[in-house]
């Protein structure tokens, strides 16, 4: 899954409900890179200290006349990735005390290595490598021993390496964007925990692999971005990646002269994986509106006038498990809001992303909940079209889509919404019908209005604090580890 982030400073939204995926414009021009041949992942892996970079030569041509031949991705795969995700997350922790949440990690660590014994068998019979087999199930194996070591950069770092390695495997199956969009996710996301480190070495290492992937990536965005002007940011992405990558470039070869360049790096790292988001959307637009809308599985809905799926590939609202999202359908997107890693009761197929101009399939509409970016939630009239017995009900979001905010496009204002909504992020995450952001214990999670929580400021104190001392001296038994607790979004 993923997200509609704050801004880049602010950093990712990090709760159980946003664990399983604004821009500054920077007006420069980008130094020359010289393009670098790929490498195999195998050999890539060979590298000391980096895992597997990510330059595999693999599928950056988009879907054409020779992917006739590939079958549709397994419905899970998608979900594994997001997975990976996920277990990155939760080790990480949000911005700017980064307190690692041990239990969430488990959890999205079960839930993963699940998905992975459904998927190695598709995977293997479609053509799979043994060597891309045996990295992620050595990432598998080694983020379950960091997690209970609680040893968060490896965490973080072997989750990645799972993202890395996940896009050769969707190289041998139909997929509406170029593979190297998933790469340079897997990229730009390990340049982030150089920066989290201030490991300037590891950063130059993987902005050099981000570049590489960038360079075969390009041409296929240029070439792209006139079919997909639609997409929010589609117009100047290029440009704002090469913008990214020279101010990355600057920030490393300063090599933290300055006491923010860490930070500075990682909201550009930030703002690179809201960049290729971006880069993946332009691909994603199948029937634009105003077209014939003739495509399988499209029709056009007569709430909004616009080409949407019809339906019968996705099963929005309906319950699911996070290990076995092929209930909630066929489509690429089609995904779980898993009980126990999303905190949704029974679980709730979704289809993620969505936007303003990528529609939600008929009967569901966008909005961003949870400080999440858009999904599709399903339409309703009442609270008896939404599974009311397991605490989920109809939120009216019509004010919400006048600011144009959190309800972003669809047939219906009202979307079936679990009982609890969060505000991780900033108050700005709560609807209109739920204003006010505060901590379980009613306190104002946000009392000066801005985006970093009592809690989580308590936290960096605390986690500065041990870094004097060791827990068992503090008597504490990691509490520094302790994730701080969740705002939520109250009337």
Known sequence: MAFAWPTASEGRPYTVATLFTKRVRVET???????????????A????AHGLSIVACSSSTPPGPGSSTKSASPPNLRQFESGAEAMSEAARGVLPAHVPDWPTAQ???TADAQLWQQLKAPVL?????????????????????????????????????????????????????????????????????????????????????????????KPLVQ?????????????????????????????????????????DLEAQAQKGLDETDTCEQIFKSPTPDGGACTAPHFVMDPKDGKCKRDGTTTNVGAPCKGVAPGVCGTDQNASCLDQTIDDYPGGYCNV???????????????????????????????????????????????????????????????????????????????????????????????????????????????????????????????????????PICVK
């Open 352 to 486: 993620d992303p969505c936007t303003a101009v990528d529609p939600c399939p008929i009967g569901s509409s966008c909005a961003q909940l949870n400080g999440e970016n858009g999904q599709c939630f399903k339409d309703c009239a009442s609270d008896s079209d939404c599974r009311s017995a397991e605490g989920y009900f109809c939120l009216d979001m019509t004010a919400d889509s006048q600011r144009g905010v959190l309800w972003l496009s669809g047939g219906s204002k009202k979307v079936c919404s679990r009982s609890q909504l969060t505000c991780p992020a900033s108050p700005k995450d709560c609807p209109s019908a739920f204003p006010n952001c505060v901590l379980p214990d009613g306190t104002v999670a946000y009392p000066e209005g801005g985006t970093t929580s009592t809690t989580e400021a308590g936290a960096a104190e605390a986690g500065g604090a041990a870094d004097d001392a060791t827990a068992a001296e503090a008597g504490t038994d990691d509490a520094a580890a302790v994730a701080p607790p969740t």
């Open 45 to 48: 892996a060979l590298l000391a």
């Open 107 to 109: 959890a999205a660590y």
């Open 125 to 217: 019979a479609a053509g799979a490598s043994m060597t891309t087999i045996s990295a992620i199930e050595a990432a598998l194996a080694a983020y379950a021993t960091d997690v209970a070591k609680q040893d968060q950069r490896a965490a973080e770092t072997d989750a990645n390496k799972i993202t890395l390695a996940v896009p050769d495997l969707f190289d041998f199956f139909v997929y509406p964007a170029p593979t190297d969009t998933l790469r340079l996710d897997g990229t730009f996301r390990a340049l982030q925990i150089g920066a989290e480190y201030s490991d300037w070495t590891e950063c130059q290492t993987w902005l050099d692999n981000t570049k590489t992937v960038w360079s075969r990536l």
């Open 29 to 43: 021009n980008m130094h020359k890179v010289t393009k670098q041949p790929p490498v195999g992942i195998a050999a």
């Open 223 to 263: 070439a792209q971005v006139p079919n997909g002007l639609s997409v929010t940011g589609a117009a100047t992405v290029v440009a704002d990646v090469e913008a990214t990558l020279h101010t990355s470039q600057l920030l490393i070869t300063d090599k933290g002269a300055a006491s923010t360049d860490s930070a």
